[in-house]
């Protein structure tokens, strides 16, 4: 039973929620009449008391009414309580804009996770603006945006909550009262707007939709924020200025730049191929090059500046002269004539990169930029005109903002990454020798039938060759041509927009070094790379780097022997040295990782992989670059992604850091600009404190945390893995409890992705991706990929010990204890289990399990999920010295609020899964039924107000 929590939560944002609930009531009221109306108020109050309170017959009130309900009214009730959810997470966002520009207007310390407190720091520790600058020249900060299957709510939704979000802002001013009242109407029409709208999706998504959903966020955030936040930087970086109009106008080293997996992603998605990977570049570039295009038109009608009343360089009054602009009222106006003819050749530049006129005035044909490169230097010229001439500050109203964007974006605005199964490539190449009559050792090759020493001597053989091993004049599998198509695709798409449009391919499920030269092997057959003969490549930057993934235990613990095995390749360690500037990168699984041991061995396991290829990559004298593949879920990676950069071991950051951004947490962290411009700020504050702070010692503190509380945490890793294991995987039954107690199968039905839900068309845990694995478990508030296991590891080790340990149970919980307060990877793990512990329900969870038809089944495997719980809280008490969520009240009480209107969909939820498999058992209609809908309504509505589940 939860217990009563104080109200914590600040009065602006009290206020917020306040007027959106009233609001929304307002609009259901209007809409759909009083007795429906009071229906959603009679539940909100009883979920309300519950759990303000603790109430047991609240609870059991709200049980009754929602048995009672229709298909109809519990549709309506449903949407209500999601969009109150949905607009919760408005008013806090808005809240925490607020409190971010309070604290900037305050006296106080700079807040942590800020740009200005992570170079206060770094300055304290000695290093200074020019080291920080010359380290920026070298720095890789790239949030990866993919298209995982879990963002649950529409494009129309999102847009709504855009608007809503900034109407809401205005009501901090001063507003006169008839200011106040158009304010209100405005987010009564926007909330009725809302209401009226399909929440969720007719069709399932395409690949195409994913690639046009991911591009409105350039809009909202990254083209505005990522510009913005370098000017900011920028800023920090130079001294006070005495003379502000002496300062120069240069962009930073763009060391913060875009990815995306959308449309190079083929891992298990089918729909992904050639033609996705040159639509998502082509759409890409469009939509900066329509960026360009507004904003060098803005810079003509901006910069006035007269010949008779300022001047200019020689080099701007080349690009005037240039210009074909035939006013005479502009004939005196040098820089406006050279934005004209800026235009003309950006127009003309995007129409030969996308086949589009793209000009939204009238211009004249100009030869088109060869580069972004050159584009940029010609717009450098501009500022420096500017510079020299008293117009610095003119330059900085949007001139130098547009320079910085122009060399983050490029012409391909982000870059796509290919990411294939390593089994896939086997196949693919299998089929090459097996057509080409390849022999090996005397014999024709049966590639999947060879050792692995074997296929590594064979294929490093057939990177020396010359001759192709493709022909044109042979039938290949529809499997084979389609890989070999997109690899051509990637060649052809670097030859148009530039190599930066494409730069690494990601081969999932490494597990053999032979994975990974496959993928060169089909690089040469595809022009992305010369074949290794001996002679130079004609271009020092050619291919692709490929990037192996380990993900799950074992792939993990083979990591480092594998890296160290491909660097001793001399065609390989050449290849690192010479293509890729000494810099190789490894990308980390935490979702697959998780479901196959569990939260604190894939922890456990990730932290010592990273150890391990560090030692790997400073004995060969190359640079580590991390890609972490990070979901919303703690189970997956998430939770705060500073905290997270901190608690990386020394040496796995050094500037170099890629991450995905995915499902909801793309919309949670960037629908909103100024809150999107935050989190990018945390990621680069992180960054830099991870990177420069004085590195002396910390090296030797991590040896000493390792020694002396490795041994703990291996012997629990251990613990925690087979308790997991034994339940998961090792339980009878627990495949067809899974199965019947979570929305599985219902989530599988939703249009949130193009992806499936599964690798294989089969009905086993193992098939599952791990992204719905996790999502189910939310869905019904058990979360067991967050905790589960921790608490069996926490209470033997404390009791029975393990190699190394202290003698006593007291002496081990006081090195726990020790290991909570001083080491940043265990502090970071039990944080953000905490909040997973918080966010779990057990009485929620119980009706779920419900929903099991073995009586015994569902008994048995409940309680020990209920009695693992049990235990984790208590062991998490005991080694952290507090109950859950004692050091964040505002945290503790915001989820009770929230919860109170969670709940009711969670018991909504288990009815409708009642209704819908009673009507699936009797067959018929396969059409989506209202039962079905409002089923999916509450998926959507649950996901919205846990914010993190995927």
């Known amino acids: 039973m939860p217990a009563a929590a104080p109200r914590q939560e600040p009065a602006h944002l009290r206020a917020d929620i306040r007027k959106l609930g009233k609001t929304l009531g307002d609009v259901i009221r209007e809409c759909e009449g009083k007795a429906i109306y009071d229906v959603i108020e009679k539940l909100r109050r009883a ?61 106080g310390a700079p807040m942590r996770g800020s740009l200005q407190h992570a170079l206060g720091l770094l300055k304290e520790q000695g290093v200074h603006g020019g080291k920080v600058l010359r380290y920026l020249e070298a720095a890789s900060i790239v949030p990866v945006l993919t298209a995982h299957p879990t963002e649950v709510q529409r494009k129309s939704t999102l847009d709504l909550h855009r608007e809503i979000a900034r109407q809401l802002s205005q009501t901090d001013a001063a507003l006169t009262p008839a200011e106040q009242d ?19 999706r007719l ?109 200019a360089s020689p080099e701007l009054l080349a690009l005037s002269a240039a210009s074909q602009d035939k006013s005479p009222h502009r004939l005196d106006e040098p820089y406006r004539r050279a934005f004209i003819h800026l235009y003309a050749r950006i127009a003309a530049t995007g129409l030969a990169l996308t086949g589009r006129r793209l000009a939204l005035r009238p211009t004249y044909d100009a030869p088109p930029y060869d580069t972004a490169q050159a584009f940029q230097h010609d717009l450098q010229v501009v500022a420096d005109s500017l510079d020299q001439h008293h117009g610095n500050l003119i330059a900085r109203l949007r001139l130098s903002g547009l320079l910085q964007a122009v060399s983050i974006f490029g012409f391909h605005l982000a870059t796509v990454d290919l990411r294939q199964s390593s089994d896939v490539h086997e196949r693919v190449l299998a089929e090459l020798f097996k057509a080409a009559n390849v022999e090996f050792k005397g014999r024709p090759v049966d590639y999947a039938a060879l050792s692995e020493e074997d296929r590594v001597e064979l294929l490093r053989l057939e990177l020396r060759q010359v001759r192709p091993l493709v022909s044109p004049w042979i039938d290949y599998s529809d499997e084979t041509q389609k890989e070999l198509a997109i690899l051509r695709m990637a060649a052809q798409c670097r030859r148009r927009y530039g190599d930066d449009a494409v730069k690494q391919t990601i081969v999932s499920h490494t597990e053999t070094l032979s994975d990974l030269l496959e993928v060169l092997v089909l690089q040469q057959e ?53 293509n890729q500037e000494g810099m190789q990168e490894v990308m980390l699984g935490y979702s697959d990782s998780n479901k196959d041991g569990g939260y604190l061995t894939s922890n456990w396991a990730l932290y010592c992989a990273e150890r391990e290829l560090v030692r ?54 960037y629908k909103d600009a100024e809150v999107g411009r935050w989190h990018l700020e945390n990621f680069v504050a992180a960054t830099l404190e991870a990177s420069l702070c004085p590195q002396s010692a910390t090296p030797r503190t991590e040896d000493d945390n390792m020694a002396r509380f490795g041994a703990a945490l291996d012997t629990m890793s251990g613990l925690a893995r087979q308790a997991y294991r034994d339940l998961v995987y090792e339980t009878p039954g627990f495949n067809d409890y899974f199965f019947a107690s979570t929305p599985i199968l219902e989530i599988a039905g939703l249009n949130i992705g193009s992806r499936p839900a599964s690798r294989k068309s089969t009905q086993r845990i193992e098939d599952l991706r791990a992204i719905p694995w996790g999502f189910s478990w939310a869905q019904c508030r058990l979360m067991i990929t967050g905790w589960y296991g921790v608490g069996t590891a926490l209470r033997a080790y404390i009791e029975e010990g393990g190699a190394g ?30 909040q997973v512990l918080a966010k779990t329900d057990l009485q929620i969870g119980k009706r779920y399990a419900g929903l099991v038809p073995d009586a015994a089944l569902r008994k048995a495997i409940f309680q020990r999920i209920a009695a693992e719980y049990e235990l984790t809280v208590e062991m998490f008490r005991q080694v952290s010295g507090h109950e859950l969520l004692a050091h964040d009240p505002q945290l503790a009480a915001a989820l009770t609020e929230r919860f109170a209107y ?15 498999r009673a009507k699936s058992s009797r067959g018929g209609n396969h059409e989506e039924s209202p039962t079905q809908r409002a089923i999916h309504m509450t998926i959507n509505g649950i996901a919205a107000g846990l914010r993190n589940s995927g």
């Open 526 to 578: 595809t022009g992305l790379i010369a074949p290794a003969d001996g002679r130079p490549a004609p271009d020092a930057r050619d291919g692709l780097m490929v990037v192996p993934l380990f993900e799950t235990i074992p792939d993990l613990m083979r990591g480092p022997d594998i890296m160290a095995a491909w660097f001793d390749l001399p065609e390989v360690a050449a290849r690192v040295r010479r």
């Open 616 to 669: 790997v990559f400073q004995k060969r004298k190359l640079r580590l670059r991390l890609f972490h593949g990070r979901g919303g879920s703690v189970a997956r990676g998430g939770g705060s992604s500073f905290d997270a950069i901190l608690a990386q071991p020394p040496g796995t950051v050094n500037g170099q850091i890629r991450l995905t951004e995915q499902g909801e947490v793309i919309q949670g962290k």
């Open 47 to 107: 979920a309300v008391k519950f759990r303000r309170e603790g109430d047991p017959a609240a609870s059991r009130i709200l049980e009754r009414q929602i048995g009672r309900l229709a298909d109809d009214p519990a549709t309506l009730v449903a949407r209500a309580f999601s969009y109150f959810l949905h607009l919760s997470n408005i008013a806090e966002d808005r809240d925490q804009n607020r409190r971010q520009r309070q604290h900037m207007l305050g006296a």
């Open 182 to 200: 158009t304010l209100q109407l405005t987010l009564a029409g926007l909330v009725a707007t809302m209401w009226q709208t399909r929440m969720l």
């Open 902 to 916: 969670i709940d009711p969909l969670n018991h909504l939820q288990v009815e409708l899964l009642k209704r819908q």
């Open 203 to 311: 069709s399932k998504l395409t690949v195409l939709d994913e690639i046009d959903n991911a591009l409105s966020y350039y809009d909202s955030t990254f083209l505005k924020a990522i510009p913005r936040l370098y000017q900011e930087l920028s800023g920090l970086l130079q001294p006070p200025a005495r003379q502000p109009f002496r300062l120069r106008t240069r962009p930073l080293p763009p060391f913060l730049r875009m990815g995306s997996w959308i449309g190079g992603d083929r891992d298990g998605n089918p729909n992904v191929d050639a033609a996705t990977l040159e639509q998502a570049l082509l759409r890409q570039s469009t939509h900066v090059m329509r960026h360009y295009l507004h904003e060098i038109k803005a810079l003509g009608t901006e910069i006035s500046i007269s010949a008779h009343l300022g001047s």
């Open 805 to 834: 340990a202290p003698p006593t149970a007291k002496g081990r919980l006081k090195l726990l204890r020790e290991m909570a307060e001083t080491w940043p990877f265990f502090r970071t793990l039990l944080s953000n289990m905490e």
